[in-house]
DNA sequence: GAAAACATGTAAGCTGTTACATGATTCG
DNA sequence: CGAATCATGTAACAGCTTACATGTTTTC
């Protein structure tokens, strides 16, 4: 399966230039290409060359120029060409799968943040793939076939990722028997709310039922807003566990990596004046990202949540 | 997820030359390198260099020259290393979903075909899959737990490709509404029998309940082998459809070349004296490789399915 | 005034693939 | 005797990625 096909397939639907297929590709996860420039406009530049596409210069007045790409004839027939190939079978490329093979002599508590951690990553996958199909270049179908068919191969996706993570409780039942049970049970589960305001949903944690304590829990929070359909994320201080607030235990940096990760905007609430030395430099930092603020009071963290930067708290 | 760490933990299980590496590569689905030697070799190379792993060259008076390769303690503090590192979310590389997403103007029969083959390569790939699983090198498990490791692992890549499956199955419930369920029914399903020799198998087509007379009866006959187990067939002629042995047809051609893919020993019973012109220079041709023989009784036939190649019938 | 987004392109490098080169041994 | 398997390696290349280079426009 070469880039082209795709590039080619996106062009039938509609003109586009390099930089928007550049950036439909890095959205869509089935279009399995990172998106990087240099194979589009190479690509772009062989499709021209064969007459597959033909490239029209736009000088716009308030704009950057732009190559405008349109598919021609002969690349529509390159197209049902390439459509009517024979179809690979999917590439079963799971590194963990190797990772697990060969790591036998790793203790219970090792394997079980082992599988913990790829559940995360799992999970974050597919947090992306379910905000792609929602608001994705795929998401306006043009005739009713096409929505349709476009909606099962997000399906096929979807259920890929949901299979994996089916797999990976079996995984645990099977190698982390008893012991961690109890473990887990001591670990108070998190739960949290999504309040609408002026027609934006942001997920609030619910102090004193769980902290957040853990890297994991950082996952935990990413699967919440997942769940709650946000990427908005407010974290009153009761939530806050003496883990996440002491810098040496990493934390708050392994949290907070995951949610820029994973583009969610959190707002946590602290005494910002009770905030000094290596935690204020550690916070201050934080601030400089789109991804992560302090304020005094909910009312303060809920307006920059939902209204943008108005009345932010600089420390 | 480099070849390194796949190379390293192979070598934490036991000594292996590059030749041995390369093979098991090969032939594991979960290892998801080519097995070339290039990258093998290399790694090795680049292994020992670091230090992880020995070679020690061995001079057998019977046998080629060979390296045989020994991981060392900090070879095992490195596996360690790369055991406890962060794990990576499968790659989704599905390109039949690409293909789908862009084939706007095909009509429903192209549609059609292209999902069946699609089922094929899928069931190929899941044939293929099984068979490792039985005789690879990861069947032999060494501790009780690393089996049960090895088990969920072989698993999670015979779900995947049977969620493949089902999923494929609702898209041609979703696109293909009524016309082609009529379709099918005319066509009547072959139907097998397994039978059982001196503790061999081979799958026995059953004459007059269906024929084999396109690429897709190709696809099934690959898996009527999977299902029982077995890669040794037989075709009665009863069994084959003109279209089959009209060689202008195509059909003789693709379904061979799917059993020589899934290394599938086929005997066909046919009157050898009647066959001729073309067709006879297509068999012939067909006849150099081990997995195609023609023979004029069943006798015949089964004696070089299960014994070998004895009283085999050179046209 | 700085950052982000728009827009086009290039260079260097990594991973992995096919194909080539060589030679010994085994098996039918 | 020829083909397949064992065994080690190299060369060339395809595909893809990261990072760089450059310049404009919009947004905060």
Redesign the pocket.
């Known amino acids: ?3 082209q096909h795709a590039v080619l397939g996106l062009l039938s639907l509609r003109p586009l ?4 297929i ?2 439909i590709m890095q959205e869509s996860t089935f279009l ?8 589009i ?2 690509a ?2 062989q499709l021209r060359d064969e007459g597959c596409v033909v ?1 029209e210069v736009l000088h ?9 790409y349109t598919i021609t004839e002969s690349g529509r027939d390159e197209l049902r060409r390439l459509s009517l190939s024979m179809p690979e079978a999917p590439e079963v490329k799971k590194p963990f799968l190797v990772q697990l093979a060969f790591c036998g002599n790793l203790s219970r508590a090792d394997l079980e943040t082992l599988l913990n951690r790829y559940e995360g990553e799992v999970r974050g996958a597919m947090f992306l793939n379910e905000k792609q199909q929602k608001d994705g270049f795929f998401s306006h179908g043009s005739t009713a076939e096409e929505s349709e068919l476009w909606k099962l191969i997000h399906e096929n996706i979807a259920d890929s990722y949901r299979r994996e993570l089916d797999w990976v409780g079996r995984v645990r039942q099977a190698v982390l028997p008893l012991a961690g049970e109890e473990k887990r049970k001591e670990h108070v589960k998190m739960n949290y709310q999504v309040i609408v305001r002026n027609g934006q949903k942001y997920v609030k944690l619910i102090p004193k039922e769980g902290l957040v304590a853990s890297e994991s829990d950082g996952r935990t929070l990413v699967q919440f807003c997942a769940e709650g359909d946000t990427n908005l994320l407010m974290l009153p201080f009761a939530c806050l566990a003496p883990e996440f607030l002491r810098l040496s235990t990493g934390v708050a940096g392994l949290v907070l990596q995951k949610l820029t990760n994973y583009s969610i905007r959190a707002a946590a609430v602290l005494d910002t004046a009770a905030i000094k030395g290596k935690f204020k430099d550690f916070m201050l930092e934080a601030n400089r ?2 991804s992560f603020r302090v304020f005094d009071s909910e009312e303060q963290a809920e307006q920059w949540l939902i209204g ?2 108005i009345n932010e708290k600089h420390l």
């Open positions: 399966m070469l880039i230039t390099g930089y928007d550049k950036k399995h290409w990172s998106g990087n420039n240099n194979q406009y190479k772009l530049m490239g716009e007045d308030d704009a950057p120029t732009k190559k405008l990202g789109q943008g930067n």
